[in-house]
């Protein structure tokens, strides 16, 4: 639980309370609040939607109101480039390079580009990523396009390489519990941005009425910052483990907090068996390596061996 100094809540109720009867009634400040609060689902009243706001947004919102109030519309608008279709594409401004407001933005764009249903892709997530998240190929000059409305993702144009006529988007869940996005080419990542995944950062995720986020907030819904912490470090710490000489390696997987492993060729087989000493001794030895471990008292451990293949599940309780 995220606890709030009394003012802050004061700040938030009146903010909320101060704007509900000028969003209703006047267009201009609907304009305004919505640049900040961006598609919020119709379930979320406004003075809610206000409150997961950073305390910069708050004030710039009451500011712009407030100028409006006293000297009209002026000629020139601040802050937001709206796309030259019919309707305005609106954004959560966030004046950190590449944090969560742009991030809103870029999962605007793979929805924009048809990338609605994204699942973690294991087969070429990188080793410091717990979820990967990558679009299909698209056409690079379409990508530049979509990306070029949104001011907060627009400065990102440049840094898209324009040799490929191809580019993919990514977005995951990194090992140092931050959330990175940007494109990718070959193997090679291009970030536009990242921030650190906290337990208000979680909240906000789980309440983005985006398709594209979809699969994210599956997996991070029922996960608390101190889960995902717990995760990264047995990723990094089971990256190092060996159960010894093996053929190959399965794609790292995570699901319903559960890290899944697999080692191809280990031990002596017969008949697609395992020895059943064997087996018993690799088991031993991964539960006595498990115990050396800051987080073996919040794990439960699984160890299988299926047609060539050694298996090892670790839960979080």
Same mark, same amino acid.
Request: aromatic letters at 12%; charged letters at 25%.
């Given at each position: ?22 969003y ?9 609040? @919505?640049?900040?609060?961006? *598609? ?5 009243s406004? &003075? ?7 305390? +910069?947004?708050?004030?710039?919102? *009451? ?15 601040? %802050? %937001? ?5 019919? *309707? ?11 944090g969560k407001? !742009?991030?809103t ?6 929805t ?6 994204v ?15 990558? &679009?299909s190929h ?6 530049? !396009? %979509?990306?070029?409305?949104? &001011? ?30 940007g ?18 950062a979680i909240?906000?995720?789980t309440?983005? @009425?985006?398709?594209? !986020?979809?699969?994210l ?29 093996? @053929?190959?390696?399965?794609p790292?997987?995570?699901? @319903? ?15 697609? &068996? ?5 087996? *018993? ?5 991964? %539960?006595? +390596?498990?115990?050396?471990?800051? +987080? ?12 060539? +293949? ?8």
């Amino acid at each position: 639980m995220i606890i709030k100094k009394y003012n802050q809540f004061i700040f938030e109720d009146k903010l909320g309370d101060w704007l509900l009867p000028l969003y209703k009634d006047d267009e201009y400040v609907r304009n305004i609040v @919505d640049r900040f609060i961006g *598609e919020t689902p119709p379930d979320i009243s406004l &003075s809610n939607a206000v409150g997961l706001l950073g305390d +910069w947004e708050k004030r710039e919102i *009451e500011k712009l109101v407030k100028d409006y109030q006293t000297n009209g519309v002026q000629e020139k608008e601040p %802050v %937001v480039k709206f796309s030259t279709e019919t *309707e305005p594409i609106t954004e959560a401004v966030d004046l950190t390079p590449g944090g969560k407001g !742009a991030f809103t933005s870029f999962l605007k764009v793979m929805t924009a580009l048809g990338q609605k249903d994204v699942v973690p892709d294991f087969s070429i997530s990188p080793k410091d990523f717990l979820l990967f998240y990558r &679009s299909s190929h698209i056409e690079t000059n379409t990508v530049k !396009a %979509v990306i070029s409305r949104y &001011s907060s993702l627009s400065r990102f144009v440049d840094n898209i390489d324009y040799t490929n006529n191809e580019t993919i988007l990514y977005f995951g869940l990194k090992c140092d519990s931050s959330i990175e996005f940007g494109t990718m080419s070959e193997d090679v990542l291009t970030s536009f941005g990242s921030f650190k995944v906290n337990t208000s950062a979680i909240k906000w995720i789980t309440t983005l @009425d985006l398709k594209s !986020a979809f699969s994210l907030k599956k997996e991070l819904v029922n996960l608390t910052n101190s889960d995902i912490s717990t995760l990264c470090s047995i990723k990094n710490d089971m990256i190092e483990y060996s159960p010894g000489q093996y @053929d190959t390696t399965m794609p790292i997987t995570l699901a @319903d907090k559960i890290l899944s492993f697999g080692y191809q060729g280990v031990g002596k087989w017969d008949n697609g &068996s395992l020895d059943s000493g064997e087996f *018993e001794n690799l088991k031993s030895n991964f %539960v006595l +390596w498990v115990s050396t471990k800051k +987080w073996s008292d919040k794990v439960l451990i699984s160890v299988k061996a299926v047609s060539q +293949w050694l298996y090892i599940h670790v839960k979080l309780k």
